[in-house]
């Protein structure tokens, strides 16, 4: 049972245009919501993160959006550039327990076109 | 700061042996997490810990396991290895456990393949 999904294995962006990635979940139940970036034979680099009381956390090109009522999230990157070539996965944090455990979505693979 | 390192890099092990990997998280953090990584399952949470002690275990055999030492770094053991554990096996620490927007920091992984 996936609880974090990415239903989107790929995606493909013009350089300078915005990228959108999206993740959905299942469980109410989680406090914490993270993207990371992944290259190949390397392990994920944390970029954004917000909680489930906000519904926006901005980082410089990065923007994470949360819709608790419809329990998406999604990430814009603006403008895109060809070194954001990646996989991108989003997490949840389970709430409730004393633990940090992350359920990972399946990833998306980003790819900017120059 | 130096990040979270893990050795070995990679390893080539046969069926039926046993493997052990190393990790070293953040200075100062005290919290390290393990995950195993494959095309089929995706990134999928083994277990954490915390001050020496396992808080959380996810849905792996008993063949998994892991401790954690007085200086924060934590080993894990895969015993009987089969060929299905073949994976990138990575490991995250933080500063604590479950804080408020507590974010998990990543090593670059094992992988270990199982011939």
């Known amino acids: 049972d996936q609880q974090v999904k990415q239903n989107s294995p790929s995606l493909s962006v013009q350089e300078g245009r915005i990228s959108i990635l999206n993740c959905d979940y299942t469980n109410s139940m989680f406090d914490y919501f993270l993207w990371y970036k992944k290259y190949p034979a390397e392990g994920p680099t944390f970029l954004i993160s917000?909680?489930?009381?906000?519904d926006k956390n901005e980082d410089g090109r990065f923007t994470v959006f949360l819709n608790k009522s419809a329990k998406h999230l999604s990430l814009h990157i603006v403008p895109s550039q060809p070194g954001d070539s990646a996989v991108y996965f989003c997490?949840?944090?389970?709430?409730?327990?004393?633990?940090?455990?992350?359920?990972f979505g399946t990833g998306t693979l980003l790819a900017v076109q120059p | 700061k130096a990040g979270v390192t893990q050795t070995p890099r990679y390893l080539i092990k046969t069926r039926g042996q046993q493997v052990t990997l190393s990790c070293s998280p953040i200075s100062g953090h005290r919290s390290v997490s393990w995950y195993q990584q494959t095309p089929g399952q995706g990134l999928q949470f083994l277990f954490e810990?915390?001050?020496?002690?396992?808080?959380n275990k996810g849905n792996f055999p008993g063949r998994f396991s892991g401790r954690q030492f007085s200086n924060s770094r934590s080993e894990m053991n895969v015993s009987t290895l089969e060929l299905g554990d073949s994976a990138l096996y990575l490991c995250?620490?933080?500063?604590?456990?479950?804080?408020?927007?507590?974010?998990?920091?990543f090593g670059p992984g094992t992988r270990l393949l199982v011939l």
């Open positions: 917000i909680s489930s009381i906000k």
């Open positions: 810990y915390f001050s020496e002690t396992q808080r």
């Open positions: 995250a620490s933080s500063t604590r456990l479950a804080g408020y927007q507590e974010t998990q920091y």
């Open positions: 997490a949840a944090r389970p709430w409730g327990g004393a633990t940090n455990k992350l359920i």
